[in-house]
T-cell receptor
Framework: DQQVKQNSPSLSVQEGRISILNCDYTNSMFDYFLWYKKYPAEGPTFLISISSIKDKNEDGRFTVFLNKSAKHLSLHIVPSQPGDSAVYFCAAATTGNQFYFGTGTSLTVIP | EAQVTQNPRYLITVTGKKLTVTCSQN?????MSWYRQDPGLGLRQIYY???????DKGDVPEGYKVSRKEKRNFPLILESPSPNQTSLYFC?????????????FGSGTRLTVV
């Protein structure tokens, strides 16, 4: 059973606009959430994370929001740039370092 | 340069022929892990290791073995590969001291079993 779900396989956004990527999870025991970015022929690279005790974490153009009651997190990219075009994976982790990844959302930023 | 190195990058093999995919990290990380990426299924954890001689099963361990004899190396062994193990494999490492639980991933090994 998929514990972390990304229901949108793909997303297209105009350059300069906001990109919002969503992720849902089922296990309330997760205590850390992360977003990874993946380009073709490369491994995923860590983008941003958030602890379960917070509801927002910001790093430059990237902001992650966590809604624990809804078991939902989202990644906002503002403004979106063509170089942001990639596959984005959300992941959730327990203290035992067991990671669970979503299926990924392919973001295309149109110039 | 801090990195996770996997070899080989590409491998085509036949059913039943034992193979090993090597993984090495130069960051002195305690945690190492293997994932496979399949279309529509995302990244699924095969095995992970929290330190030398400590390994544990992830979500999809069947058909795989690992060992962690040294801190820097975490090879993935397929004793008798089958076509359903055709996939893109990633090795990753991290350290609890990083504070973010973020894994550093290798560039991937694309395995085809015919």
């Amino acid at each position: 059973d998929q514990q972390v779900k990304q229901n949108s396989p793909s997303l297209s956004v105009q350059e300069g606009r906001i990109s919002i990527l969503n992720c849902d999870y089922t296990n309330s025991m997760f205590d850390y959430f992360l977003w990874y970015k993946k380009y073709p022929a490369e491994g995923p690279t860590f983008l941003i994370s958030i602890s379960s005790i917070k509801d927002k974490n910001e790093d430059g153009r990237f902001t992650v929001f966590l809604n624990k009651s809804a078991k939902h997190l989202s990644l906002h990219i503002v403004p979106s740039q063509p170089g942001d075009s990639a596959v984005y994976f959300c992941a959730a982790a327990t203290t035992g370092n067991q990671f669970y990844f979503g299926t990924g959302t392919s973001l295309t930023v149109i110039p | 340069e801090a990195q996770v190195t996997q070899n080989p990058r590409y491998l085509i093999t036949v059913t039943g022929k034992k193979l090993t995919v090597t993984c090495s990290q130069n960051m002195n990380h305690e945690y190492m892990s293997w994932y496979r990426q399949d279309p529509g299924l995302g990244l699924r954890q095969i095995y992970y290791s929290m330190n030398v001689e400590v390994t544990d099963k992830g979500d999809v361990p069947e058909g795989y073995k690992v060992s962690r004899k040294e801190k820097r190396n975490f090879p993935l062994i397929l004793e008798s590969p089958s076509p359903n193990q055709t996939s893109l494999y990633f090795c990753a490492s991290s350290s609890p001291g990083q504070g973010t639980y973020g894994y550093t991933f290798g560039s991937g090994t694309r395995l085809t079993v015919v």
